[in-house]
């Protein structure tokens, strides 16, 4: 009986079982011609090796983990236990066949070549001229405008400050310090040189923003606002 024999077959023939029995029948002959390729063998990034193939034109199949030949490979096995940077203009890969670097990939359009522009920032950091971007110089992370003076955050925590005239303060995460102050469309009158002195020997200069009036002087505003109030409280008396 078939279970309780092992056989082989002639060339040219192949075993058969069913029901009826088992033996061996005649391989089945197509119609097609079957190319003879040369003996070209593949060594696969795993260890395994694949053939031409006869019936694809003497094609090399792709390994089960077919890598190109531009992508850095590292085992799987070495994968798990390191870390590892790439190289500018590579990319880090990661699957089932292992892990390294690829390159990156790029687009159609041309990339502009920029000259060597760098703009060194307020906190010392240093920003490159973007090819991507017409070559121009990107903002810093803190870019503060040419005409403000600048005092560094550690600084600004532990003084106080005085802004010349038309200047003012600003203050924030970059930084704090003095900027001009920001002038309007309307136009600004223009005050003859009227100046009054003081009685206590400073003086005051006609206001352009208030139609060139004289402001009150220091001391006889202070007086006038506590005569001002000494009426108020007699009053309430």
Not at 5 to 17: I, R, T, Y
Not at 55 to 77: F, R
Request: aromatic share 6%; hydrophobic share 30%; with cysteine.
């Amino acid at each position: 009986p078939c279970t309780a024999v092992n056989f082989l077959c002639l060339a040219g023939h192949e075993p058969w079982s069913n029901e009826c029995g088992c033996g061996c029948k005649p391989v089945e002959q197509t119609d097609a011609p079957i190319m003879a390729c040369p003996q070209l063998v593949k060594l696969c990034p795993d260890g395994s090796t694949v053939k031409a193939d006869p019936k694809n034109n003497c094609k090399i199949p792709a390994c089960p983990c077919d890598i190109p030949k531009d992508w850095t490979v590292i085992s799987n096995t070495t994968c798990d236990t390191i870390r590892f940077l790439c190289k500018v203009g590579f990319e880090p890969w990661s699957n089932e066949c292992g892990c390294g670097c690829k390159p990156v990939p790029t687009t159609d359009a041309p990339v502009m070549v920029c000259p060597q522009l760098v703009k060194l920032c307020p906190d010392g950091s240093t920003v490159k001229a973007d090819p991507t971007n017409n070559c121009k110089i990107p903002a810093c992370p803190c870019d503060i405008p040419k005409d403000w003076t600048v005092i560094s955050n550690t600084t600004c925590d532990t003084i106080r400050f005085l802004c010349k005239v038309d200047f003012e303060p600003w203050s924030n995460e970059c930084g704090c310090g003095c900027k001009p102050v920001e002038q309007t469309d309307a136009p600004i009158m223009v005050c003859p040189q009227l100046v009054k002195l003081c009685p206590d020997g400073s003086t005051v200069k006609a206001d352009p923003k208030n139609d060139c009036k004289i402001p009150a002087c220091p001391l006889v505003e202070r007086v006038r606002l506590w005569m001002q109030a000494s009426r108020r409280f007699d009053g309430e008396g």
